[in-house]
Every structure is written in structure tokens, then in C-alpha cells.
């Protein structure tokens, strides 16, 4: 694939895996021709390519892509997403997990769900709020659901 665009004096090939898919880029040329020979090789060459470049690609991409996709959710975050029903003060949550220190709290519950996405503030635009509540993301509905599905809290 890669002599074939370097023969038709187009730029190398990109490759790179997609989820359980294999993806395959081929440019145009830098003056903007439009290549004949792509339409023509790609639908020949992809199933031959894929099966070899695959492995090699996945190990490199998967790694990058995961964190983006699957949110590390701490024990602590876990604890905190299943005692969160309705909307609760900072205090209310703290009965709720039965913890005394404010600074552990904020540090290793708050602040993670909320960077997170899956805690959202009420009055966002005024974090210091003594009115100030917490409640569930769609984000952090979401991870609650997968966890329950996964057998855990």
C-alpha cells in the first residue's frame, strides 16, 4: 500500500485502529489531484493490511484511547456516586458516607466526580455557595448504571 500511494506520488498511508475497526487514510497529492488509483486499491488491500497491522497497531493505541473512554472511578467516587439520589449539600453527602474530615472528603470524593463529569454542581457559576448542592451527572447516571451491571454497589 505504502509503494503503491509512493508510485502514484501520493503521501504515505496513515493507519490506525478505531474501536474493533481498522482505518485506513489515504491523501490526496499536495497539488490537489485527485488520485485514480485509491478507489481502486483500498477496497483490495484493506482486508490484506488490516489482519497484519492491527496487532501491531492496537497495543500502541489502545492504551491512549481507554482512559479517554472508561473514567478511572476511584472506590471513594463509587461510594459517592451510590449515596447520591436526589440533590445533597456537601454535608448531607458527608452524613450519608459517614465521614468527619472535610478536606478527605472534598480531596479524594468531591473533587474527583466533579473533575470527572459525573457530579454536577447546582449553582455552578458560584462554587463557594453555602446553598450550594450536588447531584448526579448523565455522565455519572450512566457509570452508576455499568457499575450496578458489573456487581458492584
Do not use: W
Amino acid at each position: 500500500m505504502i509503494d503503491a500511494c509512493r508510485e502514484a506520488a501520493l503521501p504515505e498511508p496513515t493507519f490506525r485502529q478505531s474501536g474493533p475497526s481498522f482505518v485506513l487514510t489515504l491523501r490526496r497529492s499536495a497539488t490537489g489531484a485527485s488520485p485514480v488509483l485509491a478507489p481502486q486499491v483500498t477496497p483490495q488491500v484493506t482486508p490484506q493490511v488490516a489482519p497484519q497491522v492491527a496487532p501491531q497497531v492496537a497495543p500502541q493505541v489502545t492504551p491512549q484511547v481507554t482512559p479517554e473512554v472508561t473514567p478511572a472511578v476511584t472506590p471513594e467516587v463509587e461510594k459517592l456516586l451510590g449515596v447520591l439520589k436526589e440533590e445533597l449539600t456537601r454535608r448531607e453527602i458527608m452524613q450519608r458516607l459517614r465521614l468527619n474530615d472535610e478536606k478527605h472528603f472534598r480531596e479524594n470524593y468531591q473533587q474527583q466526580a466533579v473533575s470527572l463529569g459525573l457530579v454536577e454542581m447546582t449553582i455552578p457559576e458560584k462554587p463557594n455557595s453555602r446553598l450550594q448542592k450536588y447531584r448526579l451527572s448523565a455522565k455519572g447516571k450512566a457509570a452508576l448504571a455499568t457499575l450496578k451491571k458489573g456487581g458492584k454497589k
